[in-house]
């Protein structure tokens, strides 16, 4: 078996002729066959797809016509993501049988960097309910205890990533989706700025929250995978063309959307430049008053902290509004939001929905209009205080999740409601941020370090996290997955 590698690695070793996408695939699914029977990562696997990519790759490679640093690259979509006749659930009975005819935009996109596609990827029930034990297949689990969660709803990607199933995958993020299981799971996500990755042939969980972006186990490789995702799409209404409008500070569910499709920047172009002279803000109090983090996460944030002033930033401290007032409004809005989608199923099908969706949802139905444009006008509230907050500042920081990960079984089924999120406010607001390991909890569980940057500042963002991890241990220690204890096992009996 080949080492579980980084995007960056494994291209090296492409170009260097030292590795081929077919013996790199070929291993992933050894990992996924050892391991995956505890971890449901997968909610189905694409094999006979996933060798012919790699042996088309493996053809580029031979002739000098490799696509770039994704060619060849196994990787796995949430099962949100819509896959040209392969199936597509949203982990949910509802649409047990969906096969879409086409490919969701940004599905497209990574095919034709000439990634490798292992297959589709648990989530939660539609991107919101869960962990469920009463829809068709069970929920993922966490690769550093299979006993605890992954965070949702990009569970199955978070868990994918951390085991070395795959190099990346897709997730979404609608209140934290992406960075909550990068948090608990130990691997690197990015929710970039609202409007940057088109959402077309993604189902939606709630049109002005939702977000498309990449888990890796890198900044870099959340960076390689985000130049493919991302780009203007005139068929999705909230597409953003960056190209010729200023976003600072501007609401990003009604920003200008003129222009022709196009692709978007070079986002690794300028990621090991260093953070000398980065202007850091702490929003101390959402980790330490407002959602009280662990004594491993705060540890793990000023240990963190300090490594970005050795690198060269600048830290001080910043106060917003309460996280609760982020929270309030972000969740109304989402609820609110996917009951509109969801209503005419939740009529005609209500008991086929597993029951945490199905009751998380149903709190839509008693939202009045005045109390969404109130959520709205507050949202454009925060919206100004958060760019204002931001007006000297470069990058935010704050705990990503306020501890390492719960027993699956002990995750509380109203969580939402009992404290506020430290992942919302850059939902609400549509800023990039990302989640970084930032150490390990009493547990051996990972936690995680949130920093956000300004709106289509990801090259910035991209290049603080990879500072970040490139100076410190996390990213050299993976979790000891069934494969792995085998494989060791196996040496030891032989000599």
């Avoid at 088309?56 to 000098?64: F, I, L, T, V, Y």
């Avoid at 959340?222 to 995702?229: G, H, K, P, Q, Y």
């Avoid at 204002?388 to 920081?397: C, F, N």
Wanted: negative net charge.
């Amino acid at each position: 078996m080949t080492a579980q590698l980084t995007i960056a690695e494994a291209y090296r070793l492409f170009a260097t002729r030292k590795l081929s996408p077919v013996e790199l695939t070929e291993d992933c699914f050894r990992r996924i066959r050892a391991a995956d029977d505890r971890l449901n990562a997968f909610l189905l696997l694409t094999e006979e797809r996933a060798m012919a990519d790699a042996r088309a790759s493996e053809q580029r490679w031979s002739s000098g016509l490799a696509r770039g640093k994704l060619d060849g690259i196994p990787i796995g979509h949430k099962d949100i993501y819509s896959t040209a006749g392969i199936r597509t659930t949203a982990h949910s009975r509802i649409l047990e049988h969906n096969v879409p005819a086409e490919d969701a935009v940004s599905v497209a996109k990574l095919a034709a960097a000439g990634t490798v596609l292992v297959g589709k990827l648990a989530t939660h029930e539609f991107a919101m309910g869960g962990p469920s034990f009463d829809v068709p297949w069970p929920p993922a689990r966490n690769p550093w205890n299979p006993d605890h969660f992954t965070g949702g709803s990009s569970s199955g990607t978070g868990a994918a990533v951390a085991a070395g199933f795959v190099l990346g995958g897709t997730g979404s993020d609608t209140g934290g989706s992406i960075r909550s299981p990068a948090a608990l799971c130990g691997v690197t996500g990015l929710k970039p700025t609202y409007g940057l990755i088109s959402r077309r042939g993604i189902l939606p969980l709630s049109f002005t929250l939702d977000h498309a972006g990449p888990l890796a186990w890198t900044a870099e490789d959340c960076a390689i995978l985000l130049e493919a995702m991302a780009g203007y799409d005139s068929g999705d209404p909230a597409s953003v063309d960056h190209a010729g409008a200023d976003h600072a500070g501007a609401d990003h569910a009604g920003a200008d959307h003129a222009g022709a499709d196009r692709p978007a920047a070079d986002f690794t172009a300028a990621i090991g430049e260093g953070i000398k002279g980065l202007r850091v803000g702490v929003i101390r109090h959402f980790h330490e008053t407002d959602n009280p983090a662990s004594a491993a996460t705060r540890a793990g944030l000023s240990n963190g902290l300090g490594v970005l002033r050795e690198l060269g930033a600048t830290v001080r401290d910043v106060t917003l509004s309460p996280l609760a007032d982020y929270h309030a409004c972000g969740l109304l809005i989402l609820i609110t939001e996917a009951y509109a989608i969801h209503k005419p199923w939740l009529r005609t099908r209500f008991y086929e929905y597993g029951e945490l969706f199905r009751d998380r949802i149903a709190l839509g139905a008693l939202v009045s209009g005045e109390h969404y444009v109130q959520a709205l006008r507050r949202r454009r509230e925060l919206c100004l205080e958060m760019a204002a907050a931001m007006a000297d500042l470069d990058v935010l920081v704050t705990a990503a999740q306020p501890t390492e990960a719960l027993p699956i079984r002990d995750v509380p089924k109203w969580g939402t409601l009992d404290k506020p999120g430290l992942t919302f406010p850059f939902n609400v607001t549509g800023y990039p941020a990302i989640s970084v390991c930032s150490g390990f909890g009493e547990g051996g569980l990972p936690v995680a370090m949130q920093i956000a940057a300004k709106p289509f500042s990801e090259p910035l963002l991209l290049r603080t996290a990879h500072a970040f991890e490139r100076a410190t241990p996390w990213r050299d220690k993976r979790p000891a997955l069934a494969w792995q204890r085998a494989e060791a096992a196996q040496q030891a009996a032989t000599g």
